[in-house]
């Protein structure tokens, strides 16, 4: 079946580092990414949507210059959390579309934790 | 009110009892999900809907266009199906993102 691999799966890091997470569609070529940020007990929220080649586009109140994303390439996608600060502390998850009108599939998420 | 509702929010069982787990929605759609999010974060995609019935495994889902109304059902639940199941759906017009349920967590015990 369609694997979508993020990397890294847990980043704990000081504030004001940038943390970039890499979402790769292992054996499809992906049309779309979908970023996503989970808090505790909640359910996802989109954070963006990723077309390679093409700038991505935010959902509303999420800020474009602190999650930074690239879409370099059909199987890569990259999200970047400039400047991170504690309140950014979060797990990310990606997924990937081959088609339209198809299942997305899942990473694993990035558990992110900043001190 | 979320434009997808799923009930119920937790839900607690024996091993081997039969789960269902209910989602509703408000909008128009041209598919609906059930995911399984595992206590790692990890997510798999058990289902895409837009008529009728799908079994896989244990595991059935079912839904009605016109009340709007999906179903999922575990038969001979087991403790390593405790995960959250979320109901997402994709909107009949626009693009492909997904408006996601709030999560039903489901916990059975042995």
């Known amino acids: 079946g369609a694997v979508v691999s993020q990397h890294p799966s847990r980043v704990i890091c000081k504030s004001g580092t940038s943390v970039k997470i890499e979402c790769r569609s292992l054996d499809f070529q992906a049309t779309t990414m979908f970023w996503y940020r989970q808090f505790p007990k909640k359910s996802l929220m989109l954070m963006a949507t990723s077309n390679e080649g093409s700038k991505a586009t935010y959902e509303q109140g999420v800020e474009k210059d602190k999650f930074l994303i690239n879409h370099a390439s059909l199987t890569l996608s990259t999200l970047t959390v400039t400047s991170a600060h504690p309140e950014d502390s979060s797990f990310y998850i990606c997924?990937?579309?081959?088609?339209?009108?198809?299942?997305?599939?899942f990473g694993d998420g990035t558990r992110l934790s900043i001190l | 009110k979320n434009e997808v509702e799923q009930s119920p929010q937790n839900l607690t069982a024996q091993e081997g009892e039969f789960i269902t787990i209910n989602c509703s929605y408000s909008?128009?759609?041209?598919?609906l999900h059930w995911l399984q999010q595992h206590p790692g974060g990890g997510i798999v995609s058990l289902f895409m809907?837009?008529?009728g019935k799908k079994k896989h495994g244990r595991l059935i889902a079912t839904i009605n266009i016109q009340e709007k109304h999906s179903s999922l059902h575990i038969t001979a639940s087991h403790p390593r199906d405790s995960a959250v199941y979320i109901c997402?759906?994709?909107?009949?017009?626009?693009?492909?993102?997904?408006?996601f349920g709030q999560g039903t967590r489901l916990t059975i015990n042995p």
């Open positions: 997924s990937a579309l081959e088609e339209n009108n198809q299942p997305q599939h």
């Open positions: 997402a759906v994709r909107r009949a017009q626009g693009a492909q993102k997904l408006v």
């Open positions: 809907l837009s008529s």
């Open positions: 909008v128009g759609i041209s598919a």
